[in-house]
T-cell receptor, first 114, second 114 residues
Framework: GAVVSQHPSWVICKSGTSVKIECRSLDFQATTMFWYRQFPKQSLMLMATSNEGSKATYEQGVEKDKFLINHASLTLSTLTVTSAHPEDSSFYIC??????????FGDGTRLSIL | GNSVTQMEGPVTLSEEAFLTINCTYTATGYPSLFWYVQYPGEGLQLLLKATKADDKGSNKGFEATYRKETTSFHLEKGSVQVSDSAVYFCALAPRGGGADGLTFGKGTHLIIQP
């Protein structure tokens, strides 16, 4: 089946640094990619939707200047958490969808900000 | 807005027991409904889906029927196995397909004891 690769799977960094998370669709062209955030024992919350070559659409309450999303190709989207702080610590999950394809999810990235 | 409510866990059952995980939703229009499963240490996998009222999704012995009159999509399995232990998420997409971000329930942790 379709595979979505997310990297890194775990990152620990100091407060104030920026962290980039990559999401790649390995065997199909992802016209749309999604970024979700999951707090412990909570549901996945959609953060933003990105279409290749377009600016991302952010959900209400998500700071677009804090969470920079780039979807420069049909196989790669990146999420950059800028000037990360402890409250940004969470589990971030991407998904990718192509034409007539359901969403396929990456394995997630656990971000810990010290 | 859209929302998904599913029964809180953990749900603990013995092997070969009958499983029901309740899921109800609130949405305008005609959403598509999904069940995703997350095994320990892995990403989300699509378990089954239904795109219109009265559709039944099925996979790996699991079933769920899209009930518009009760706005429900309950997950059932006649005889669970230890390998079914995982977290199950009910989700909806407003328009179906891969173009929309999903709205998830909080997840139900299922534990099957031998």
């Amino acid at each position: 089946g379709a595979v979505v690769s997310q990297h890194p799977s775990w990152v620990i960094c100091k407060s104030g640094t920026s962290v980039k998370i990559e999401c790649r669709s390995l065997d199909f062209q992802a016209t749309t990619m999604f970024w979700y955030r999951q707090f412990p024992k909570q549901s996945l919350m959609l953060m933003a939707t990105s279409n290749e070559g377009s600016k991302a659409t952010y959900e209400q309450g998500v700071e677009k200047d804090k969470f920079l999303i780039n979807h420069a190709s049909l196989t790669l989207s990146t999420l950059t958490v800028t000037s990360a702080h402890p409250e940004d610590s969470s589990f971030y999950i991407c998904s990718a969808a192509g034409t007539n394809q359901p969403q396929h999810f990456g394995d997630g990235t656990r971000l810990s900000i010290l | 807005g859209n929302s998904v409510t599913q029964m809180e866990g953990p749900v603990t059952l013995s092997e070969e027991a009958f499983l029901t995980i309740n899921c109800t939703y609130t949405a305008t229009g005609y959403p598509s409904l999904f069940w995703y499963v997350q095994y320990p240490g892995e990403g989300l996998q699509l378990l089954l889906k239904a795109t219109k009222a009265d559709d039944k999704g099925s996979n790996k012995g699991f079933e769920a029927t899209y009930r518009k009159e009760t706005t429900s999509f309950h997950l059932e399995k006649g005889s669970v196995q230890v390998s079914d232990s995982a977290v199950y998420f009910c989700a909806l997409a407003p328009r179906g397909g891969g173009a929309d971000g999903l709205t998830f329930g909080k997840g139900t942790h299922l534990i099957i004891q031998p």
